[in-house]
């Protein structure tokens, strides 16, 4: 096993954990998930190949899928505020 896929394995493990935690911390750890799986996923595939870079960001975007959801409605809203 990859380091790359090693760090992969611990940032999922470090989310589940997470996720048990109080309601009021998890967007602050959802913030640093994304900041440090940003690079990590770019690591991952670097390594390991494409095939395993969009397994971790599928398993990323699982794991982190409200933002995502609120980042979509943002985006959404900014696109119909400006008319196109």
């Not at 640093?32 to 975007?61: D, M, N, R, V």
Request: net charge positive; aromatic share 12%.
């Amino acid at each position: 096993m990859t380091l790359s896929l090693l760090l992969a394995c611990l940032w999922v493990l470090l989310a589940a954990v997470i996720g048990v935690l109080p309601e009021k911390l998890h967007w602050i750890a959802a913030f640093s998930l994304i900041a440090s799986g940003i690079p990590l996923l770019g690591f991952l595939t670097y390594q390991s190949g494409p095939l395993w870079g969009l397994i971790a960001l599928a398993a990323g975007a699982s794991t982190l899928r409200w933002p995502l959801f609120y980042l979509g409605r943002w985006l959404n809203r900014r696109r119909r505020s400006t008319g196109e």
